[in-house]
């Protein structure tokens, strides 16, 4: 087989060397739980939790109090659309065809329970959320960048539109595509709540952020040891507040050990999009292949005339390159394109312009 092209970091990014030797030291030497004991390597975990913390909310401009571990954006896309059912009922919820499966199937279920109502933010002719359609809701679940067109939203528009609308709305954002290409400021974008993975960045798998900017409006959806204060008789007790009184149960510690260097790595290896732009006009040359995405876009996503999706995804593979292929998980802006899957390239810090060029090559050997 060919050397292999990683073309998929939009699904998840390959670790920097810094993030594996920083779990490895972890593991070897300071490796305790968080917040139940007093010895040295008791002491050393709550530095690296709290130390750890600091960095990601440094990182999207929150305090460390607003910052909840999750095991992933999914895991935190789906406690907070429960935590805020569990609290108001006939809920108004504005979707829109850009979410990913995690951002909106929550709130599907809940509209299949009788719990909520669903209405769609259109789209632009170019893709993005209308802000001057926007309809009235309690809820705006906003997706800062499509996984499959990769261009970003103007979130604090959005944000600032749907308080224009309803002073007492909550706003979510799905920010697990984003935060991997773009500064992100939760105090400018006054967001209620926001989600994001580690593994997007270059961190491990489960591990993920929900960020709450008032964390004490709601109640803890989860329970177990590490987040109470105290038990008040056989039936009552005490949650401590956040982060800790959201963070039931062992840690992901390993996981998030490696979280800050993946933040360090990502800043010192910002997105080239000259690989976008590369791909994107040499694409544009091939006959028979349709751009979906932009030019601008962060990733390049295209269908072929006359292959299926998957098809082409398996020939890609078997000539080294790793490609996304099929809905994304996104179904719902391939529908809005008429389209039912696509193919996505996407670039990280580990990839050359040579790895563009052979990619661009074995294409057009493909569609020959």
């Known amino acids: 087989?060919?050397?292999?092209?990683?073309?998929?970091?939009?699904?998840?990014?390959?670790?920097?060397?810094?993030?594996?030797?920083?779990?490895?030291?972890?593991?070897?030497?300071?490796?305790?739980n968080a917040g139940r004991g007093i010895c040295?390597?008791?002491?050393?975990?709550?530095?690296?939790?709290?130390?750890?913390?600091?960095?990601?909310?440094?990182?999207?401009?929150?305090t460390s109090q607003q910052i909840i571990f999750t095991s992933g954006a999914t895991d935190g896309l789906n406690r907070i659309a429960n935590m805020i059912l569990s609290r108001k009922a006939h809920l108004r919820v504005a979707v829109s065809d850009l979410d990913h499966h995690s951002a909106r199937l929550p709130w599907v279920a809940a509209a299949n329970r009788g719990e909520c109502e669903l209405v769609i933010m259109p789209l632009n002719a170019n893709l993005d959320i209308d802000i001057e359609k926007m309809p009235l809701a309690d809820v705006y679940?906003?997706?800062?960048?499509?996984?499959?067109?990769?261009?970003?939203?103007?979130?604090?528009?959005?944000?600032?539109?749907?308080?224009?609308?309803?002073?007492?709305?909550?706003?979510?954002?799905?920010?697990?595509?984003?935060?991997?290409?773009?500064?992100?400021?939760?105090?400018?974008?006054?967001?209620?709540?926001?989600?994001?993975?580690?593994?997007?960045?270059g961190a491990d798998t489960g591990v993920g952020v929900m960020y709450l900017k008032?964390?004490?409006?709601?109640?803890?959806?989860?329970?177990?040891?590490?987040?109470?204060?105290?038990?008040a008789s056989a039936t009552g007790f005490n949650v401590l507040p956040a982060p800790m009184g959201f963070e039931a149960g062992t840690l992901p510690l390993t996981q998030i050990a490696g979280m800050p260097f993946a933040?360090?790595?990502?800043?010192?290896?910002?997105?080239?999009?000259?690989?976008?732009?590369?791909?994107?006009?040499?694409?544009?040359?091939?006959?028979?292949?349709?751009?979906?995405?932009?030019?601008?876009?962060?990733?390049?996503?295209?269908?072929?005339?006359?292959?299926?999706?998957?098809?082409?995804?398996?020939?890609?593979?078997?000539?080294?390159?790793c490609a996304r292929v099929g809905n994304m998980c996104a179904s719902w802006i391939h529908a809005h394109l008429g389209i039912n899957g696509s193919i996505r390239l996407s670039h990280g810090w580990w990839n050359t312009m040579d790895e563009m060029r052979d990619t661009i090559n074995i294409i057009k050997e493909i569609l020959k």
């Open 214 to 231: 008032n964390p004490e409006s709601y109640h803890t959806d989860k329970f177990g040891g590490g987040m109470v204060d105290g038990i």
């Open 40 to 62: 040295a390597r008791a002491a050393e975990t709550d530095d690296m939790l709290s130390h750890a913390r600091l960095a990601i909310a440094d990182f999207i401009g929150a």
């Open 263 to 321: 933040i360090d790595n990502l800043r010192e290896n910002p997105a080239n999009h000259a690989y976008t732009e590369y791909l994107f006009d040499a694409l544009s040359e091939i006959n028979r292949v349709k751009i979906i995405s932009p030019r601008s876009a962060s990733l390049v996503s295209f269908v072929v005339d006359g292959m299926h999706p998957l098809d082409f995804g398996a020939m890609l593979g078997a000539h080294g390159v």
């Open 141 to 201: 679940v906003i997706t800062a960048m499509s996984n499959v067109i990769g261009v970003p939203q103007d979130v604090s528009a959005i944000v600032r539109a749907a308080r224009a609308k309803n002073p007492d709305v909550i706003t979510i954002v799905d920010a697990a595509q984003y935060v991997a290409h773009l500064p992100i400021d939760v105090r400018a974008w006054d967001c209620d709540a926001l989600c994001f993975s580690g593994h997007k960045i």
């Open 1 to 32: 087989m060919n050397k292999i092209i990683y073309l998929d970091a939009a699904a998840s990014a390959l670790k920097p060397q810094s993030v594996i030797l920083g779990e490895t030291d972890f593991l070897t030497h300071h490796y305790s």
